[in-house]
Each structure stands twice: as structure tokens, then as C-alpha cells.
């Protein structure tokens, strides 16, 4: 389990820093100024336990995983898939509790965000996720209806 635990911190760190290089580099809006930057709902990543949504997991798990996540982030994106693998291996042993942190630079993160809060309003947020994560390119381009 600890071997898990630190693939899974590995991997998420490997994906913050190349989300932090590509954007840097000018990928992703590089240039544009950050005006009118939405909020981030986390400033500290322990509050991702109270204010977040149960994604995945049973409250018993041995391993909880705080997913702070921009769902129009590609790193993100990434890091989902990894998460996913843990939970299918681990099913009894890891919780994952998403936290919704939309980047200024995203268009479409904050409405992504908030619309996941509905999705797990109605116990829907880990198939939310996955919907989002697979149409990311079309995010904001099709309606957000069926």
C-alpha cells in the first residue's frame, strides 16, 4: 500500500509540474493577462476533506487522495487516469475526494466546477468527471445538456 501511496503522490507531482511548465512555456494561454480570474474554492489542501465531494472509495479506506482538480486541465486529465487505476486495484483501501480548483487561465473551468458540484449533489460526480475528462477538447463548445 505504501508503494501505491507513493506512485500516486509521484505521478500527481509529475503532472503539477508539467501543467506548471506548459503554461509557462505559453501553452494554454501563456500570454494572457489574468484578469477577472475566477475564485478558487481551496486555498489549503486539507480543507479538500470538508469542503469536497466523495469521488470514489469507501470512508473505511486506509488511503484517502485529495484531488484538487481543474477539470479543463489536461494534467488533470492525466492524473485521473492514475487515480482511477488506484481505486479499480485498491477498491476497499482508497478514497478519493475531489476538490473542485479551477485555474484563472481556463474558460471553462469554473462552470465545469460548479457543475460538478450539482453532479454530486445527485451522487453523479466520479461519472461527471469521466464525461468531462473524455470531451475535455469540446468543453464549452457543446452544451452541457444531454
Not at 481551496?42 to 469507501?58: D, F, L, M, N
Request: proline share 5%; aromatic share 8%; hydrophobic share 40%.
Amino acid at each position: 500500500m505504501d508503494r501505491v501511496v507513493s506512485v500516486v503522490l509521484a505521478l500527481s507531482a509529475l503532472s503539477i509540474a508539467s501543467a506548471y511548465v506548459y503554461r509557462s512555456v505559453g501553452g494554454a494561454g501563456g500570454g494572457r493577462p489574468r484578469t477577472n480570474a475566477p475564485p478558487s474554492y481551496i486555498r489549503e489542501w486539507r480543507q479538500g476533506i470538508s469542503v469536497g465531494h466523495v469521488e470514489a472509495g469507501p470512508e473505511s479506506a486506509r488511503v484517502t487522495i485529495v484531488e484538487l482538480a481543474d477539470l479543463e486541465c489536461p494534467a488533470c486529465r492525466g492524473f485521473q487516469r492514475t487515480l482511477d487505476a488506484a481505486l479499480d486495484a485498491w477498491p476497499h483501501d482508497v478514497r478519493a475526494v475531489y476538490g473542485p480548483q479551477p485555474l484563472a487561465y481556463h474558460r471553462f473551468a469554473l462552470s465545469a466546477a460548479r457543475a460538478a458540484e450539482c453532479a454530486a449533489r445527485e451522487h453523479l460526480l466520479h461519472d461527471w468527471i469521466d464525461a468531462v475528462y473524455n470531451k475535455q477538447d469540446s468543453l464549452g463548445l457543446k452544451s452541457w445538456g444531454s
